[in-house]
Structure formats: structure tokens, C-alpha cells
């Protein structure tokens, strides 16, 4: 066939980089003390910017998990199949720790280290993080019971991949899910019907159904249900100690908007058997932690897609031209895209330092425990509300190539609203936030101190500040008020950080636009004098 065209003014493929080389990423992790991380860290980076990374991600995308509920033979198998790429991408999270490293590393800094590192692979594929944020969380609800937790947290924490339903003691490494929500209840967990009847040596059995359970092929799971004292939190393995299968049915996967790599399911437990975890009537107080943990990474995650997202925009801004010049220098286009860093750095900024005040609560620190209990609330209602319309604004920098699936931007748009929903969606991360402040006041005070770190740096973060305490003072109609109260107690923590430990030009870009009210409703409305050149230089590879 002749050539009709030839082909010019196209964007080269976005491979060949260092993920890991992103300035806001290494200046949290080495006030963290997790700088002994930084050469793994760049290795995990130099591979999810590969094209051999890009096509783990697109496969595992493109052939979608299967459920096999029966063999050929007509025996039940309750089973889910993976694209081998699946598998590649679980292998390498795993192989570096992201799973559950933190647990048995004694180095200072270790779950600051774990969530660069998460941060750094969610770039190339957010599907297979949930399983991998589900292990990393069960530890902490498991060590509540010490024979639970010696028996399955060296193989939780082991750096080997081994996927199949085998007995978990005959197995190199776990995997860890959660199955809380019911039909009937949804977030509200002290709805749920499914039952748990205790047996003579021990254990229970457990009868009901599941709603929402990702990552069934998971080798244990941690579910509440109701026992005689109350609502608890069980341990249900896929395979039992003899080698038969645990009556826990996959009635069917659920058909996402997003997240198409990873299977999720609706489940039935047919008198499954379980081991309590935590006391009985105390499901809620023992699943907690856990929960806390996958809040952490439902924030580094929103984070995560925010640079991926701001990356590829700036990359085709900076090969693509129109109208005479390259995207990139034009003014609009030029504040869009540093508007859409600004953003990232704030979401990276915060999500690192509650991964550092993890750390600091766990080695005892008081004080960094109540930094983290409110904001890990609030930031996790913000940056993962902010993260689709990032997604929105990134994709559409690439203009119709943006829409396109190859492109890879609409993966990222879909999948951009899951962890807003994902451990409460929004009004539940924000009335959490509110319910920490009632029960316990002295968390306002830490974030407020924490905030106030940065005091007189910023005329207009101490504006924003004096008014955040007037409304914290104003108790009517609190609940009504509670998101807009939760928002500004979020913007008030990005800036902080970025004022004190953020790069300058993206410090005064967005105090002068997120705090002192000259932006608009959209991205690519900041300020006049906004020096974007050194913005977007923060994320140009």
C-alpha cells in the first residue's frame, strides 16, 4: 500500500526513566532516616519505568481475572486465574517488600521505606496493590492473638511470591485479604448478619455472605461476623490444616469501573471454619489498625496516580507541538501542568509524612500517634477525593490520545475514584475525622502543632491557620460543616510541609492559590507570578 502520510509531531513512548528519582519522594524519605532504602528504591524505579513494566501492567489489564467456580467434573473449585502478568506484578511487590517488609525489618524508617516503595510501583499498575496493601494491613489485627500471629507472619512477610490453594503451612509466602461488608450494611460493619457459632476445639463456624471481597485467591482472609459475644474479627484460610477446602464459595466477580486486574468477588461462607482473632465482641476495635494501614495506602496511592498522572502530562506537553510552538511553553497549557504538580507534591508531601509518623507511633512516639489518628482521617477523605479530577485534567492534557486506551490514561481515570470509596468513601473518612477530634481532643492540638511548625513562613498558611481554629471553635452544625472543616484541615497540612520542607516555587504556587484564595475551580488556574518553569522541572525526568 503507498504511503499517504507521513508521520511527525508524535510523542515518544514514556519509558526509560527513573521513577523513583522524584524530589519530594527522597527528601521525605530521608527525614524519615529511610535513606538505606533509597538504592533498592531506585532499582524498583529504573523497572516500573520500563516498557517491560508497561506491558506486565497492559496485560494484566487487558485479560481480566476468571472465576472457575467448578471443575471439568463438576467439583466445586472455587478458584480465580490470572493472566501470567498478574503474576509478574505481584512477584516483583513481593520480591521488594511491599506486601509486608516493615514487619520484620529493624531498621529505622522501615514503613516510610515500604510506602515509597509503594508509591513507586502503583505508578505502572494499581490493580495488584490491593492484595498487597491487605497483607501489609493484616499484621497488626493479627498480632493481637500471639498463636495467630507467630504461626502466619513469617510467611506474611516473606519475600516469595506463592500463588496457588495449597495448607498456608506448606506454602514459601501468604497472602492476606479482608471480607467486612455485607449487603445489607456496606460501611455500616455492625450490620452484618453472617454468624459465627464456636465448636469444641476452638475454632468457629462461620455462615453468611460477604459483599465485597477483593483478592479471593488470597491464601487467608480476615472477616467480622457475629459470635455469641458480639461482633468479631476471624481468620478464615482458603485451604484447611488437613488439606481440604474451606466451604467459603465465590458466587461471582464483580464487573468495576476500574481496577479490571484485580478480581473481586461476592462470597458465601458455608459453615467455614475460623479462628478468632482479638476477643469476641471487640471485631471492630481489633480490625481497626487494619484499617488504618490500608488508609495509609489508599493516600499514598491516590499520590502515586497524582505524579503518574502529572508525569505523563508534562512528557507529551514537552514533545507535542501546536500552533507554531511546543505545548509546554504555552500559557495556559504551561499553568495546567504546573498546577497538576503543585497538586501531586501536596498529595506526596503528606501521604510520605504519615507514612513517617506511622513509623514514629509504632516506636512509641505519642505525640505522632495522634498527628497520624487525625490525619490520616483527613487526608485520606482529601487527597483521594483530589485524585480524580487530577486524573481528569492529566488525561485530557493528551488531548484524543489521551482518551485512547493505549495511551494508558483511562486506566488511571478509572481507577482514580477507588480509594476514594475504598475504607470509607468520603463521608466516612470525613465524619472519622470529626468522631477523633470529639473522643479525643488532644489530636486537634498535635495536627494543629504539627501545622504551626511552619508558622510565620507564609503570611498567607498563618491566614489560613487563624481561620481554621475560628471554625474548630464554632460548634454549630458541625457535622453539616464537616467536610468543608476536614478540607481545609488537609490544606493547612500540605502547606505546612511543603512551606517547611518543599520546594519553593511549588510552596508559594500553592499557598498563593490553595490558601489564599486567588484560584479557580479548575486546574490551570494559578496565580500570575507563578515561577512554572521550577515547578515543572520537579517532575520532568
Given at each position: 500500500m503507498a504511503a499517504t502520510h507521513e508521520v511527525t509531531n508524535q510523542v515518544p513512548d514514556p519509558f526509560g526513566h527513573d521513577v523513583a528519582a522524584d524530589p519530594t519522594l527522597l527528601a521525605a524519605l530521608h527525614r524519615a532516616g529511610a535513606g538505606w532504602a533509597e538504592e533498592d528504591l531506585h532499582r524498583l524505579g529504573v523497572l516500573a519505568g520500563s516498557?517491560?513494566?508497561?506491558?506486565?501492567?497492559?496485560?494484566?489489564?487487558?485479560?481480566?481475572?476468571?472465576?472457575?467456580?467448578?471443575?471439568?467434573?463438576?467439583?466445586r473449585v472455587d478458584e480465580v486465574e490470572f493472566h501470567p502478568y498478574w503474576h509478574e506484578l505481584m512477584r516483583t511487590a513481593v520480591s521488594h517488600g511491599l506486601h509486608?517488609?516493615?514487619?520484620?525489618?529493624?531498621?529505622?524508617?522501615?514503613?516510610?521505606?515500604?510506602?515509597?516503595k509503594f508509591y513507586v510501583w502503583g505508578q505502572v499498575e494499581a490493580g495488584h496493590t490491593c492484595p498487597v496493601s491487605m497483607t501489609y494491613a493484616a499484621v497488626p489485627a493479627l498480632r493481637t492473638t500471639p498463636e495467630l500471629a507467630s504461626w502466619l507472619e513469617p510467611l506474611l512477610a516473606s519475600t516469595e511470591y506463592d500463588f496457588g490453594l495449597r495448607e498456608p503451612h506448606g506454602k514459601r509466602g501468604l497472602i492476606a485479604g479482608m471480607s467486612m461488608t455485607e449487603k445489607q450494611g456496606g460501611s455500616d460493619v455492625r450490620a452484618n448478619t453472617t454468624t459465627a457459632a464456636p465448636q469444641p476445639d476452638g475454632t468457629y463456624r462461620l455462615v453468611g455472605h460477604k459483599w465485597f471481597t477483593s483478592a479471593p485467591m488470597s491464601d487467608v482472609f480476615l472477616t467480622l461476623?457475629?459470635?455469641?459475644?458480639?461482633?468479631?474479627?476471624?481468620?478464615?484460610?482458603?485451604?484447611?490444616?488437613?488439606?481440604?477446602?474451606?466451604?467459603?464459595?465465590?458466587?461471582?466477580?464483580?464487573?468495576?469501573?476500574?481496577?479490571?486486574?484485580?478480581?473481586?468477588s461476592e462470597i458465601e461462607y458455608e459453615d467455614a471454619v475460623g479462628w478468632l482473632v482479638g476477643e469476641e465482641g471487640r471485631g471492630v476495635r481489633t480490625i481497626i489498625e487494619m484499617v488504618n494501614m490500608t488508609r495509609l495506602d489508599c493516600t499514598v496511592g491516590a499520590a502515586s496516580g497524582m505524579r503518574y498522572g502529572a508525569f505523563r502530562a508534562v512528557q507529551h506537553a514537552t514533545h507535542r507541538r501546536a500552533f507554531g510552538a511546543a505545548l509546554v511553553d504555552q500559557p495556559l497549557m504551561r499553568n495546567v501542568l504546573a498546577d497538576l504538580v503543585v497538586e501531586s507534591e501536596a498529595a506526596t508531601a503528606v501521604a510520605m509524612r504519615l507514612a513517617e509518623s506511622t513509623d514514629q507511633a509504632?516506636?512509641?512516639?505519642?505525640?505522632?500517634?495522634?498527628?497520624?489518628?487525625?490525619?490520616?482521617?483527613?487526608?485520606?477523605?482529601?487527597?483521594?477525593?483530589?485524585?480524580?479530577?487530577?486524573?481528569?485534567?492529566?488525561?485530557?492534557?493528551?488531548?484524543?490520545?489521551?482518551?485512547?486506551?493505549?495511551?494508558?490514561?483511562?486506566?488511571?481515570?478509572?481507577?482514580?475514584?477507588l480509594v476514594s470509596i475504598w475504607e470509607g468513601s468520603g463521608n466516612v473518612a470525613a465524619l472519622d475525622a470529626l468522631r477523633a477530634m470529639a473522643r479525643q481532643p488532644a489530636v486537634v492540638e498535635a495536627l494543629l502543632g504539627e501545622i504551626d511548625l511552619a508558622s510565620g513562613a507564609d503570611r498567607r498558611l498563618d491566614a489560613a491557620v487563624a481561620g481554621l481554629r475560628k471554625q474548630l471553635g464554632d460548634t454549630s452544625d458541625l457535622e453539616y460543616r464537616t467536610r468543608r472543616l476536614v478540607e481545609q484541615l488537609a490544606l493547612a497540612f500540605q502547606g505546612s510541609l511543603l512551606v517547611r520542607h518543599g520546594s519553593p516555587a511549588v510552596a508559594?504556587?500553592?499557598?498563593?492559590?490553595?490558601?489564599?484564595?486567588?484560584?479557580?475551580?479548575?486546574?490551570?488556574?494559578?496565580p500570575v507570578g507563578a515561577d512554572t518553569g521550577a515547578i515543572l522541572d520537579r517532575v520532568r525526568p
Open positions: 516498557e517491560q513494566a508497561w506491558d506486565w501492567a497492559r496485560g494484566a489489564n487487558d485479560h481480566p481475572p476468571v472465576l472457575r467456580t467448578h471443575d471439568r467434573y463438576g467439583h509486608a517488609a516493615p514487619w520484620r525489618e529493624t531498621r529505622p524508617g522501615a514503613h516510610t521505606a515500604r510506602a515509597a461476623a457475629q459470635a455469641p459475644g458480639g461482633l468479631s474479627c476471624f481468620l478464615l484460610p482458603r485451604v484447611l490444616p488437613d488439606g481440604s477446602r474451606n466451604p467459603i464459595r465465590l458466587q461471582r466477580l464483580k464487573d468495576k469501573l476500574g481496577n479490571k486486574s484485580n478480581a473481586s509504632l516506636a512509641g512516639d505519642e505525640q505522632a500517634a495522634l498527628v497520624r489518628r487525625l490525619g490520616l482521617a483527613v487526608a485520606k477523605y482529601w487527597v483521594c477525593k483530589r485524585g480524580p479530577m487530577h486524573a481528569a485534567e492529566a488525561l485530557e492534557c493528551l488531548g484524543g490520545n489521551g482518551y485512547v486506551e493505549e495511551s494508558g490514561m483511562p486506566r488511571l481515570y478509572r481507577e482514580a475514584p508559594d504556587a500553592f499557598c498563593a492559590s490553595r490558601l489564599g484564595g486567588d484560584h479557580g475551580g479548575a486546574f490551570g488556574t494559578l
